[in-house]
């Protein structure tokens, strides 16, 4: 057994087809079939369940391929040692996050990161919250940039800052003859919400009391899949929704029919956005890093944790 072996068999199980496990690792089919054929008799244990149709990973081998990602993990953990004797933040970053905050953050601090450590070369994927945190346990990221609270005993949360909600309304809505929004205000409005698996989605009910989305109106079925396809529907008339504060950077703030303000101030009408990673993860110091550029390069309209925020006039964006 070696650490060849290893990827093929977590290829084989990421993939569920030889043939673009074979792509993956670069090489042939056969050669690839012939070596997990070879590790199955070595361990005198079958690792996957072949048919013509499909490729399945028996029980044992998800046992095995927990172990596997294990290994290899810690066999980049030397190599990552290595490097770290010429720059301890040096090597790629693997960093997950959710869509409702990666395209508002990201911009911000790509540059700057860049900047002050040359050397790290951050991978960026954009996926909901269930699926980064399954990744996060499968060894494929190494953190998350995620909004809800993660209570997982092997993960490790960091706080980073809280993210006031500004309401979303149409230009001749009614709340834009208000000064101010309250929880009263948001009582029997037609609520926008993004499709179930984004934490957004249950947040913003949250606000609003909500205990189950509408069941009845022309919206009553609305799945949509990104924050600005429901800015253009609250811009078309259709209703008002929820948006977190580092989206008011977005390109829709402009000629969009669309205003938006902060809420009057209410205990949950935030969310705390925070970096989760493994226990095991052994790269700290590039987590704490790539933690302080964000910090550094947050705008006023979202609270860091531990700071007290010093009162602003409200703002309000057209």
């Known amino acids: 057994m070696n650490l060849r072996d290893l990827k093929y068999i977590i290829a084989v199980a990421e993939t569920q087809h030889f043939g673009k496990a074979a792509e993956r690792c670069f090489i042939s089919q056969p050669t690839l079939s012939g070596q997990i054929k070879k590790l199955e008799d070595e361990l005198g244990v079958a690792i996957f369940e072949r048919t013509n149709r499909s490729v399945e990973i028996t029980p044992v081998g998800k046992e095995i391929l927990n172990h596997a990602r294990q290994m290899m993990e810690q066999a980049d953990v030397i190599q990552q040692l290595a490097r770290a004797q010429q720059d301890p933040l040096a090597g790629p970053l693997r960093i997950g996050a959710i869509p409702t905050l990666s395209p508002y953050l990201m911009p911000l601090i790509l540059a700057p990161l860049k900047k002050q450590h040359p050397h790290m ?105 990104s924050l600005e396809t429901l800015i253009q529907l609250v811009g078309a008339g259709f209703g008002i929704t929820l948006v977190p504060a580092l989206a008011m950077r977005g390109s829709w703030t402009s000629g969009s029919g669309v205003v938006a303000q902060p809420l009057k101030k209410m205990a949950n009408a935030t969310r705390r956005v925070s970096l989760v990673f493994r226990h095991s993860f052994p790269r700290h110091a590039a987590l704490q890093a790539f933690a302080d550029i964000i910090l550094a390069n947050l705008p006023n309209t979202v609270q860091p944790v531990g700071q007290k925020k010093s009162p602003k006039k409200k703002a309000r964006k057209k």
């Open 121 to 225: 070369k951050l991978v960026l994927s954009e996926e909901l919250t269930d699926t980064l945190l399954q990744r996060l346990r499968n060894h494929e990221i190494d953190a998350a940039l995620l909004a809800t609270s993660v209570e997982e005993q092997d993960l490790e949360t960091l706080p980073l800052f809280d993210e006031p909600f500004w309401v979303a309304y149409p230009r001749k809505h009614a709340f834009y003859a208000k000064d101010k929004i309250s929880q009263r205000d948001l009582d029997n409005e037609n609520l926008l919400l993004l499709a179930e698996g984004h934490c957004l989605a249950k947040q913003a009910m949250e606000v609003c009391h909500l205990k189950e989305r509408q069941t009845q109106g022309e919206m009553a079925d609305l799945r949509a899949a």
